[in-house]
């Protein structure tokens, strides 16, 4: 249970991230996200976050 929070926490920092920064490429840079995983729009894929 503590590894499936800390995922779920990673997962809400990544989202965050590219909220407040409003570049999802530059998040995908920050967290190490490989550009096979990155969206053209954060809101654009449902199974990108899936992914991350």
């Known amino acids: 249970m503590n590894d499936d929070k800390r995922e ?8 965050q991230h590219a909220d407040d920064s409003g570049d999802v490429s530059r998040t995908c840079r920050y967290f190490g996200i490989g550009r096979a995983q ?15």
């Open 8 to 15: 779920i926490r990673r997962k809400l920092r990544v989202l």
């Open 38 to 52: 990155q969206p053209h729009s954060l809101f654009s894929s449902s199974s990108w976050c899936a992914r991350i």
